[in-house]
């Protein structure tokens, strides 16, 4: 039998917790727990970590979207964006599933989440679950549709939008947001 320090980490380190003893071992074990725990509990002194909100500008975007399924066919658009700011952007973009009754009928829409330079939500529908994750830079807004096809995953997919700011929304003040 081997006596090396790395055989008895292959067998989970049985040798040291055979030379515990049986009463010290949950003492022990939790121990470190309330130790972590303790670590990971926030102050009541301590101030929430401000981080500076997604810059969003509204106005007149050029899209180009790609479908991972069908790589070489790119589909290019124009679209206005017309959300006062970012906040406004996650609101709206939120409130037309909420409000929808033919996504209401199949979908369930998850809570939505805050990223870095966005925000994410998921959907929960017949057949598939759905992913989107939106990313903002000041003139650019990008988007990722991750769609799971539960009962084929051969077919599920990943749409990938690029949208950057070309001017103003027709009948939108010039420079708005700029």
């Keep these: 039998m081997s006596r090396s320090p790395s055989a008895a980490r292959a067998r989970g380190g049985s040798r040291i917790r055979a030379a515990l003893p049986t009463l010290v071992r949950p003492a ?10 303790s670590a990971q509990a926030p102050s009541r002194d301590a101030a929430p970590l401000l981080t500076p909100k997604p810059v969003f500008v509204p106005g007149l975007y050029e899209t180009e979207s790609r479908n991972s399924r069908f790589r070489n066919q790119g589909v290019t658009s ?3 964006f017309p959300s006062a700011d970012y906040e406004a952007f996650r609101r709206e973009t939120l409130a037309q599933y909420e409000t929808n009754p033919e996504f209401l009928e199949g979908c369930r829409l998850g809570d939505s989440r805050e990223i870095p330079d966005g925000f994410a939500f998921a959907m929960d529908c017949k057949g598939s679950k759905v992913v989107l994750t939106f990313h903002f830079g000041k003139d650019s807004v990008s988007s990722t549709t991750h769609t799971l096809i539960t009962d084929r995953p051969e077919y599920s997919s990943e749409i990938l939008t690029l949208s950057r700011r070309v001017g103003d929304c027709p009948g ?6 700029t």
């Design 172 to 177: 939108q003040a010039p420079g708005r947001g």
């Design 78 to 80: 124009r679209t206005c």
């Design 28 to 37: 022990l074990v939790l121990g470190v727990l309330a130790g972590t725990a």
